[in-house]
């Protein structure tokens, strides 16, 4: 019984992780990065559908994106919503390929950057801090109900804590990879 809770909480901390790593490839860390795309839709006959579904999108340079829609009445479309989107950037289109430039990041956005990071890092830290709280509680209850004894429960807590180290330790080492990245010039 308690081994179903070490596992679903375990697979929820892979879950956080994986939500973290996907907003890290969000983030425009002055080149090209076809992920950034990933949140932005487009209108293809009335569905939303994501960028990459109606587009090649290819990264020539380290700098520069090019993205040739499959169908070129979309060629529009997909420069207006890249342009509607949050993420700052401005593409050029010749009718049939699109390009984004990626113009070098300042230090100064770097460093802000970097606190979005330590940001969104210390957020995750804290909801895996709340999954082992949940999962101690569950622990608690379990031994509450007389399911299992003292010393199982404070195993079982104890291995609560060595996941929850082992995931925190994981953020911290995504945290830094993404700040050296962000930091390289």
Known sequence: MTKEVLISHEERMKKSIEILKKE???MRAGRANPHILDKIMVDY???PTAINQVANVTIPEARLMTIQPWE???????????????????????GVII?????????????????EVYKKAESDKVAIRNLRRDGNEQIKKIEKDKLITEDESKKTQEEMQKLTDKYIKEIDSIAAAKEKELLEV
Not at 72 to 94: C, F, Q, R, W, Y
Not at 99 to 112: C, N, V
Request: glycine share 4%; net charge positive; proline share 4%.
């Open 24 to 26: 890290y490839a969000n």
């Open 72 to 94: 070129k009445t979309m060629t529009a479309v997909i420069e207006k919503a890249i342009l509607k989107s949050d993420l700052g950037i401005n593409p050029s289109s010749d």
């Open 45 to 47: 006959y009335g569905t």
């Open 99 to 115: 390009r984004i430039a990626f113009p070098q990041l300042t230090k100064e956005r770097r460093q802000e950057l970097v606190k």
